[in-house]
């Protein structure tokens, strides 16, 4: 089994501004998100501002990925495919996904955008995936196990009737975009995955954790594009993520 890495103080300066350089390229993505606009637009502006700010895409050419973006819309939970073709309309949940390498480190973070006026019912899906990212994140505490974090994410979104998908996990990150340990988002400790590495969280360690919570059921499938996933009853789904470090001081949201 692989261990986890932990990063020195000079590494997680690399990725404070790996993580700077996302936040503010996704700050620029959630103004540009609006009725009319195709996704293809919004993963050209992402790559563009990626340049300007001396990074790289971190998912353009990952395991043949085509693009700077994973841009996801409404059952589409994520690894959606830019395309030209998908234009954004009123109502619409856009999920934006992006991640950049800056001086050998990974940033990645992720966020659900409402496309305009969205249903109140949509609306409390993105409220709630947002703050079960943050349940998660304020799990992260030196002595606390990987498992405390998807326990927190869980208890919040179930609690609000919504489930949680299993196909995708959060991760370590750093020189590479995909470290350990695996964080599902999900308290596997009583379930068929209770063997999985569930090591202590201490100081060093950097994690993207990101629930995906759907508005129907857990269970998802992987369109003939061999990359986005959708729910498998088509409800809506919301995405979102931060890559956040545990230091001696406490946990440090990087993209935040």
């Known amino acids: 089994m692989a261990s986890v890495e932990l990063k020195s103080a000079a590494e997680l300066g690399y990725m404070r501004d790996a993580g700077r350089i996302v936040r503010d390229i996704l700050v ?35 395991r043949g990925f085509p693009c700077a973006l994973c841009a996801s819309v409404n059952d ?18 856009m999920k934006v996904d992006f991640g950049v390498i800056y001086r050998g480190y990974y940033g990645d973070s992720a966020v659900t955008v409402p496309v305009g006026k969205v249903s109140l019912a949509s609306a409390k899906l993105i409220d709630t995936t ?36 299993r196909d995708f996990v959060g991760h370590g990150i750093g020189r590479a975009l995909h470290e350990e340990p695996k964080i ?11 063997l999985m590495h569930n090591p202590r969280l201490r ?17 998802v ?21 931060h890559t956040v470090a545990l230091t001696e001081q406490g946990v440090e949201v990087l993209t935040g």
């Open 28 to 62: 620029e993505l959630r103004k540009a998100v609006r009725p009319g606009v195709s996704t293809f637009e919004l993963d050209q502006l992402a790559e563009d501002l990626t340049y300007k700010n001396g990074a790289k895409p971190a998912f353009k050419g990952y």
């Open 76 to 93: 589409e939970v994520v690894h959606g495919i830019p395309s030209k073709k998908r234009v954004l309309k009123e109502g619409d949940l």
């Open 184 to 194: 599902p988002n999900y308290d596997f400790t009583h379930s068929a995955d209770g």
């Open 221 to 241: 499938k992987v369109l003939s594009d061999d990359w986005t996933a959708v729910t498998v009853d088509h409800a809506m789904s919301a995405h979102f993520e």
């Open 203 to 219: 100081p060093g360690m950097v994690l993207a954790i990101e629930p995906m919570v759907n508005a129907g059921g857990p269970k």
């Open 130 to 165: 947002r703050e079960a990212l943050e349940a998660g994140i304020a799990a992260v505490k030196d002595g606390n196990r990987v498992s405390d974090i998807g326990a927190a994410v869980q208890k919040h979104a179930e609690a609000a009737g919504f489930s949680i998908v």
